[in-house]
């Protein structure tokens, strides 16, 4: 009976490795399988049962997942050739500043990068603000900043309709040191200002003293409206904190499956919210 | 009178076979790793309330009666925090008299809760109200004190009430206790002779408030950081809500109004932070 239950874990645990790598989720992953796979098959027999029913319950997750792709790929490919036009035409008034954040091991494909950059740019949006933790992207600030500088680009690689021209758009290139990190140097700075002379008087900080200590620090881009997550997971991985009080965080799947009419789908989908701001 | 007896005893019937089934499926869960807190931003009750044409008020009823519920899955399930937005600084915008319906409710649970003091205490909930408390009407702050000195030994589990709360209030003022912390230490330092006229050396100013020390002084840095934010009524915005410390948090928006949240968006929200689970971890460790 023991063997034929660990049997059928580790066919399981093989099928959740086939359908993980398959599907391309990331190299990271197979690893925690096998670590699974480690840990699991050589557990104690009263637990095993129940481990392989959690397996079974995370394979029918994944396969919902799977098919919601499906679906999603589908609705993009509809989209993006003109056969479902609800999502145009995008009023993009609303969308003053769009942010992205990429996990920085997806970033290091820069080819996904400009791809991304050349259907927002074809989309019309001008303003962009990029973030990743690590400060790939960073790096590449001469190479995207050059390409995206002139005001009509060509249109060769594109798979979008050639009628629309590409609009010149401006960058801006954040990381985590942006972030946690920014907000201690506000704080040294308003420590030396108020607290360094024991006379002076000493305020109780709100969050304009906080902005105009930014400020000074060069902090000086307003907050995104829309937020693109492209990574595994929804998480903003330590986009500056103040900055996404009101935003509107919206998960887009692993970079490399980035779908043209979903972009479209998700500024519509912003466009109509209607927020309130807590009153 | 003889008809109600077996749909009473049908009634324990059915509610006992729904725990079993509802303790099975979160022991299975448990064979993967269950997170350590999770916060909620009660969003909807006023939708609630308009969908099904209810008084106003009502929906916040119903919510409260939906926290309940979470809660004790939540904690059912091995979950130790829990915090939940009940009110930011953002929502004294609104007309008075839903302000002080609000904190008439408030009022009301943090009393009646007191009264089960007894049963609070022995399930070990311990309760913090986190925010300017100063804003809040003197009823409701007196109860939130009292209840917080109350359950101040308990160390099962952890209820964190957001009230008067927002990031950007909660961000300056750690940066005004940081300050005030390291202007005491200087003081210090002054008095120990190794400094004159109170101003600390330059060399040494630049780094003299760190990350951690933001971090020690914020309202939430009594617990460790959310693992899942959850925000109901399918809305993908975090309103000012823990904003700090939900850089490496799953963020998940059901889409069910706030007194339609319950046992499944619980489980859901469990599955996906197992399925995102290695992936997170890598990135905390590479913090």
């Avoid at chain 1, 790096?139 to 979008?160: Q, T």
């Avoid at chain 1, 500024?267 to 209607?274: D, F, R, S």
């Avoid at chain 2, 008439?104 to 408390?133: A, P, Q, S």
Wanted: net charge neutral; aromatic share 10%.
């Amino acid at each position: 009976m023991r063997y034929n239950i660990n049997d059928l874990l580790s066919s399981i645990l093989a099928f959740e490795l086939f359908l993980r790598s398959g599907y391309g989720c990331g190299r990271g992953f197979s690893e925690d399988i096998l670590q699974d796979i480690d840990g699991k098959i050589c557990g104690q027999n009263d637990n095993i049962v129940f481990i392989l029913l959690w397996h079974v319950i995370h394979l029918i997750v994944r396969v919902i997942y799977l098919a919601q792709e499906v679906l999603r790929a589908i609705e993009s490919y509809l989209v993006t050739n003109g056969f479902v036009t609800t999502y145009q035409p995008l009023n993009l008034n609303r969308v003053k500043y769009l942010g992205i954040v990429i996990d920085s091991d997806e970033a290091r494909q820069i080819s996904e990068v400009i791809q991304l950059l050349d259907w927002l740019s074809a989309i019309g949006v001008k303003k962009v603000c990029l973030y990743d933790r690590e400060g790939v992207l960073k790096k590449s600030k001469e190479v995207l900043v050059e390409r995206f500088s002139s005001a009509k680009l060509s249109n060769e690689d594109s798979k979008i309709d050639p009628i629309f021209t590409k609009t010149q758009m401006q960058f801006e290139f954040v990381s985590i040191s942006d972030g946690k990190e920014a907000v201690a140097k506000a704080a040294n700075l308003l420590f030396n200002k108020y607290y360094l002379d024991g006379d002076t008087e000493k305020p109780f900080f709100t969050e304009a003293d906080l902005s105009n200590a930014l400020k000074t620090l060069g902090v000086v881009e307003p907050d995104p409206d829309l937020l693109f997550i492209y990574g595994p997971a929804r998480c903003h991985l330590g986009f500056p904190a103040w900055r996404i009080r009101y935003t509107e965080i919206v998960h887009m799947g692993p970079l490399k499956h980035k779908k043209y009419g979903l972009i479209l789908k998700a500024i519509h989908k912003y466009t109509k919210v209607k927020q309130n701001y807590g009153s | 009178m003889e008809g109600e007896r077996p749909s009473g005893v049908i009634g324990r019937l059915l509610g006992g076979v729904n725990r079993t089934m509802r303790r099975l499926l979160f022991t299975f869960m448990s064979s993967g790793p269950i997170p350590q807190h999770i916060a909620f931003i009660m969003d909807g009750n006023r939708r609630f309330a308009k969908k099904w044409k209810l008084e106003e008020g009502a929906g916040h009823k119903a919510g409260f009666l939906a926290l309940m519920s979470v809660l004790k899955y939540c904690y059912e399930v091995g979950v130790k925090y829990v915090t939940v937005y009940a009110f930011s600084l953002d929502n004294f915008n609104r007309r008075p008299d839903e302000v002080q319906y609000v904190m008439d409710i408030m009022h009301e649970k943090i009393e009646g809760f007191l009264k089960e003091l007894d049963m609070v205490n022995r399930y070990g909930v311990r309760v913090l109200f986190i925010g300017d408390l100063n804003r809040l009407d003197e009823p409701v702050r007196v109860a939130a004190e009292k209840a917080m000195e109350a359950t101040a030994k308990n160390t099962k589990t952890y209820l964190l009430v957001c009230v008067a709360y927002t990031s950007s209030h909660e961000i300056p003022r750690a940066i005004y206790e940081a300050c005030q912390e390291k202007s005491g230490l200087a003081l210090a330092l002054n008095q120990n002779g190794n400094n004159i006229d109170g101003i600390v050396n330059v060399e040494d100013v630049n780094d003299v408030i760190k990350v951690v020390d933001l971090e020690k002084h914020m309202y939430m840095g009594v617990v460790p950081d959310p693992d899942i934010l959850v925000r109901s009524s399918g809305e993908t915005r975090l309103s000012n809500f823990l904003l700090w410390q939900s850089t490496n948090c799953l963020l998940y928006s059901p889409k069910a109004l706030w007194p339609e949240m319950g046992f499944w968006q619980v489980v859901w929200g469990i599955l996906k932070y197992q399925r995102s689970y290695y992936y997170l971890e890598k990135k905390k460790k590479q913090a």
